[in-house]
């Protein structure tokens, strides 16, 4: 198409609330730069830091969190369908979840007053300023990015444009718009015209293509929309291969308008995490779907950038943005990057600070290649500490490894984002009972973000597998009857056939507080050994009062370091001492190192809980 055509078709993409405001949207800056590839007229407008400045970042942040409900959406439901959105005086919700929404108050400000009026007069006022910004002049599309609970707060702004404009034409997509839940909004959702399904690289620009050419845009691939009464879905194209041809996300939009808004500091180095993009799918998932994950929907197939361009992206973005710290939206890293990748960045001397999903069984290696190469942070899924649970979670570990995980990463400095989660299909008491038993043992390591029950999220295995599923209650106070939330819904409730009772995971939880209260104090715990052949020495201070030292010789000594590196089995262990103890020996070592809590015991595995002394190495 020529060119100037399209430069006739000026185009907004949006990011309303609640998005992040730490980091700039990703599908803003990617599609962005694909459409002034293509020759669009684009813009970009991160809408969601409007709403932060206006109503403050910590209430922002505290409204957007996964355990406030959808009290988010619920803020902007009046708005986004008018007569037709539920609970219209806004108690229902508020006197329904009172237990769980009480803290969400705002200094001395009583918690219900504080949401009634974000509701009837933060909100109003915001998207009437925003939709009477002279920006929308001329412009023929807005495209609107949607995950977790930016679903209303977009249809709000589209509605209030429409009527505006009633030509304005209004595109959707994003993971809340995957699989079935994008034709349930576009049926139903008046505001919205048309939604993207699917990744958008390809489809996007084609549709818009179809807009300026005044053709259909039903015909497109991975294209939703209405046709009189009817609703046309066209099925999505296959999900680009090549990721090395798409361009970097330019985030220029982002940076000016926090700085204009005063949420970053205008003088020193950048506090923003550069959001990247080196790999689309899980190559886990794609052998064996964690049963409660719901991420990648339909687009699981594993595909990765090279390493030398995803080098060049660092360093081009680093210059760009002034910044050194980065944050990987995959799900998973490739592991061809431990080879090709991190090892450039660390010979190049790079001091980037970088975020990145992995694995849980890492190798010492491993973690070491990963923090040498710049990743200081890491979000491993490690879920659990009982083998049995990762088995019925077809995680791919073993709580062991986990532990090790943990163990290296506090000894390369590397931080650790996870979570301890129960209420699997298949789980005992026993399961709970043995973990709460090993986490005061565990202090010394980082501790779990948090512990809870697990939710079900749509294309995730305890979905599909469900049949008690239900979508979770709030999403009947935000959106009208019209909506069919079971294919709407991304977060669902569940019964659990032989469910265990709720006193089952309370001396877990009662460990899980007690571990982030030691690490919450001036000096965290530690466990450390040295080690020399026939002798080891352990230092222990991870009980308050009963400091000390342990000190090995001789056969049990090497026994122990034998164990530090990795999980091993006796009879590994047998063959690394030469023989000097049998198999039944070394049991019986195992089990008196445990009982001192020293060591970990996994079945066959066995791990050592102490640290090597000195600088990492």
């Known amino acids: 198409m020529d060119p100037a055509r399209r430069a006739q078709w000026p185009v907004v993409l949006v990011s309303m609330p609640f998005m992040d405001i730490e980091w700039p949207s990703i599908q803003l800056g990617l599609l962005g730069a694909i459409l002034h590839r293509h020759g669009f007229a684009v813009r970009t407008l991160h809408a969601n830091l409007d709403f932060a400045a206006q109503i403050g970042p910590s209430y922002y942040r505290r409204l957007g969190a996964r355990k406030a409900r959808l009290v988010a959406e619920w803020l902007f439901s009046a708005e986004a369908f008018g007569p037709d959105a539920p609970d219209a005086d806004g108690h229902r919700l508020l006197d329904d979840f009172a237990a769980e929404l009480a803290y969400l108050g705002d200094g001395f400000v009583d918690w219900r007053e504080r949401l009634l009026r974000a509701r009837t007069v933060d909100v109003p006022a915001y998207l009437d300023r925003l939709a009477a910004d002279p920006m929308w002049d001329g412009v023929r599309v807005v495209g609107f990015t949607s995950t977790f609970q930016q679903n209303t707060p977009s249809f709000a702004l589209a509605r209030r444009l429409k009527q505006r404009n009633p030509q304005l034409i209004t595109v959707f997509g994003g993971a809340n718009f ?14 919205a015209d048309i939604a993207v399904v699917g990744e958008a690289d390809t489809a996007f620009p084609r549709l818009l293509d179809r807009l300026v050419a005044g053709l259909p845009p039903g015909a497109e691939p991975g294209v939703v929309c209405r046709s009189g009464d009817d609703l046309v879905a066209t099925p999505p194209a296959p999900p680009v291969r090549q990721l090395d041809d798409l361009p970097a996300p330019d985030y220029t939009e982002y940076f000016d308008r926090a700085r204009r808004l005063d949420l970053l500091p205008r003088t ?3 506090a923003v995490p550069i959001p990247f993009e080196s790999s689309r799918g899980c190559w886990w998932g794609e052998k064996h779907h964690c049963t409660f994950c719901g991420l990648n929907g339909t687009t699981m197939a594993f595909r990765a950038k090279s390493p030398q361009r995803m080098a060049d992206e660092l360093v081009t973005q680093s210059r760009r943005y002034r910044s050194f710290r980065f944050h990987g939206v995959d799900n998973i890293v490739d592991m061809g990057y431990l080879k090709d990748l991190f090892p450039v960045l660390a010979d190049e001397g790079v001091n980037y600070e970088i975020f990145y999903e992995v694995k849980a ?5 491993q973690v070491r290649t990963l923090a040498r190469g710049g990743v200081n942070q890491i979000q491993p899924g490690i879920e659990s500490l009982s ?5 019925l979670m077809r995680k791919g570990t073993r709580a062991a490894q986990n532990v090790n995980l943990l163990r290296w990463a506090r000894y390369y400095g590397v931080e650790v984002g996870w979570n301890l989660l129960w209420g699997f299909p298949g789980e005992t008491e026993r399961d709970y009972a043995d973990q709460a038993a090993l986490l005061p043992h565990l202090v ?9 029950r697990v939710w079900i999220e749509r294309f995730s295995p305890l979905f599909t597998d469900s049949p008690t599923k239900t979508p979770e209650a709030s999403y009947r106070y935000v959106y009208p009857a019209t909506v069919d939330l079971g294919r709407a819904a991304y977060f669902f409730e569940y019964d659990l056939p032989g469910a265990l009772p709720d006193r089952a995971y309370e001396a877990l939880l009662k460990e899980f507080t007690a571990w982030t209260d030691a690490w919450s104090g001036q000096r965290r715990p530690a466990l450390t050994f040295w080690s020399s052949p026939g002798l080891v020495q352990i230092y222990d201070t991870r009980y308050e009062g009963a400091e000390g030292t342990y000190t090995f010789e001789g056969p049990l ?6 164990c530090s ?7 590994a262990v047998r063959d690394r001492l030469d023989g000097r103890l049998t198999v039944a020996q070394i049991q019986e070592a195992f089990e008196a190192f445990a009982e001192r809590g020293l060591m970990v015991l996994d079945e066959t595995l066995a791990l050592a809980l102490a640290l090597p002394a000195g600088v990492p190495r």
């Not at 000594?557 to 034998?562: E, H, I, S, V």
């Not at 590196?565 to 009879?571: E, F, L, S």
Request: glycine residues 6%; negative net charge.
């Open 444 to 452: 010394h390591l980082q501790p779990p973000t948090a512990a809870c």
């Open 557 to 562: 000594a090497d026994l122990y370091a034998a």
């Open 268 to 270: 020193g180095p950048s």
């Open 565 to 571: 590196d990795r999980p091993i089995t006796a009879t």
């Open 178 to 191: 995957d699989g079935e839940m994008g034709p349930e909004w576009i049926r139903t959702v008046p505001s």
């Open 361 to 365: 069984n890492l190798s010492r290696d």
């Open 387 to 391: 083998s049995n649970v990762l088995r």
